[in-house]
C-alpha cells in the first residue's frame, strides 16, 4: 500500500459527512488536485470545487479507475448500487473507506473484486473543525498497511481508535450520533437561560462557551466527569438543585437509553442489507 501523500482519494456523497473528512484532508495538506469528489449533486460538486478547489465529477465509474482511496459516504441503502457502479475500475492496491452506519465489511466485500482491500470506519461531524471522533475497523482483507493507509485518511480529522468491528455499532451510538446530543443540550440550556429573560445572543455564548469549558477539562484533565460534577456541586447550592431535576425526570436513564436505541438502530441497518 502507499503512502497516503501520493494518493488520489475519491470520496463518494460528499454531503455531512463526506465533506467534513474531506474538509480536514485537503485543510491538512493533502494536494487538492488529488482529492476527488464524486455526488449526484451538481451544486454540492460547485460548493466544495469553490471552497477546497478538488475536482469533482458525478461520474463514479471514472472516479473508481481514476482514484487509489475510496471513501464511501452515501447513504446506507444507497451503498450496494453505489459499489456495483465503483467495481469495474477497482483492483490490486485499492482502499475502499466505508462510514456507511451499519453497513458490514463483510457485505461490501461482496461486491468488489478480492483484491480490494476494505475498511469500515465511524466518524462524526466535528471532522469538520479537526475536532471529530473517528474508529476504523479492518475488514477480512485489510491487511496493517490497508489499515495504517485508511487511518492516515482520519488523522487531519480528529482523534482516530483502531477497534474490531463488532463495537462499530456502539461507537455508532456513542460517538457517531453523540454530537447530537450534545447539540439538543446546548438548544435546551440556551432555552433555558432564553426563559429566564437573557437575551438569546448571550445565553447562545454562555452555553457554548460552557460545553467547550466542560468539554475541554474533561479532555485534558486527569478527573472524571464525576468529580468534575462534585466540584461544581455546593452542598445545598444552586448546582444541586438543578441536578435534582435532572434525576427527578431520569435524564441519565433518558441518555443511556438513547446510547441503545442509536447503537440497535446502526443494527438493524446493517440486517437491512
Ligand atoms: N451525518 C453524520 O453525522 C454521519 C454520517 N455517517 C454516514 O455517512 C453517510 C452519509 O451521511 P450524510 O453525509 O449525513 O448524508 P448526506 O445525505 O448529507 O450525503 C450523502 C450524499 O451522497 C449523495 N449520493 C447518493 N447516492 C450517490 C451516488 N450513487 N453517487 C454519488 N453520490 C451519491 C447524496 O445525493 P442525494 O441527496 O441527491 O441523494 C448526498 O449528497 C451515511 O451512510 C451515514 O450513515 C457516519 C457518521 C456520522
Ligand atoms: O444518523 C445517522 O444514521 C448517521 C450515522 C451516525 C450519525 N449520523
Given at each position: 500500500m502507499p503512502d497516503l501523500a501520493s494518493c488520489t482519494i475519491a470520496f463518494y456523497g460528499v454531503g455531512a459527512m463526506g465533506s467534513a473528512i474531506l474538509a480536514a484532508l485537503v485543510r491538512g495538506?493533502?494536494?487538492?488536485?488529488q482529492v476527488l469528489a464524486v455526488d449526484t449533486s451538481s451544486e454540492r460538486l460547485r460548493e466544495l470545487a469553490e471552497a477546497y478547489a478538488v475536482r469533482t465529477t458525478s461520474d463514479v465509474a471514472e472516479a473508481a479507475g481514476a482514484a487509489d482511496v475510496h471513501v464511501v459516504a452515501v447513504k446506507p441503502g444507497d451503498v450496494p448500487a453505489l459499489l456495483d457502479a465503483m467495481a469495474g475500475g477497482l483492483g490490486a492496491g485499492d482502499l475502499v473507506v466505508s462510514v456507511a452506519a451499519g453497513v458490514m465489511s463483510a457485505a461490501i466485500e461482496e461486491h468488489l473484486p478480492d483484491a480490494v482491500a476494505v475498511a469500515r470506519v465511524m466518524p462524526n461531524t466535528p471532522a469538520l473543525v479537526g475536532q471529530g471522533m473517528a474508529v476504523v475497523s479492518p475488514g477480512s482483507r485489510c491487511g496493517d498497511e490497508a489499515l495504517a493507509l485508511a487511518r492516515s485518511v482520519l488523522e487531519p480529522s480528529g482523534a482516530v481508535l483502531s477497534l474490531p468491528e463488532k463495537h462499530l455499532d456502539a461507537v455508532t451510538g456513542v460517538s457517531g450520533s453523540g454530537p447530537a446530543y450534545a447539540f439538543y443540550l446546548a438548544e435546551a440550556m440556551t432555552e433555558g437561560g432564553v426563559l429566564m429573560g437573557l437575551p438569546r445572543d448571550v445565553a447562545t455564548t454562555l452555553t457554548v462557551q460552557t460545553l467547550l469549558g466542560a468539554a475541554t477539562m474533561l479532555a485534558e484533565?486527569?478527573?472524571?466527569a464525576t468529580i468534575l460534577r462534585e466540584r461544581v456541586?455546593?452542598?445545598?447550592g444552586t448546582t444541586t438543585a438543578g441536578l435534582a431535576v435532572l434525576d427527578e425526570r431520569a435524564t441519565r436513564a433518558a441518555v443511556v437509553a438513547a446510547v441503545r436505541a442509536a447503537t440497535e438502530r446502526s443494527a438493524e441497518l446493517g440486517r437491512a442489507r
Open positions: 495538506g493533502h494536494p487538492a488536485d484533565g486527569e478527573d472524571s456541586s455546593s452542598p445545598g
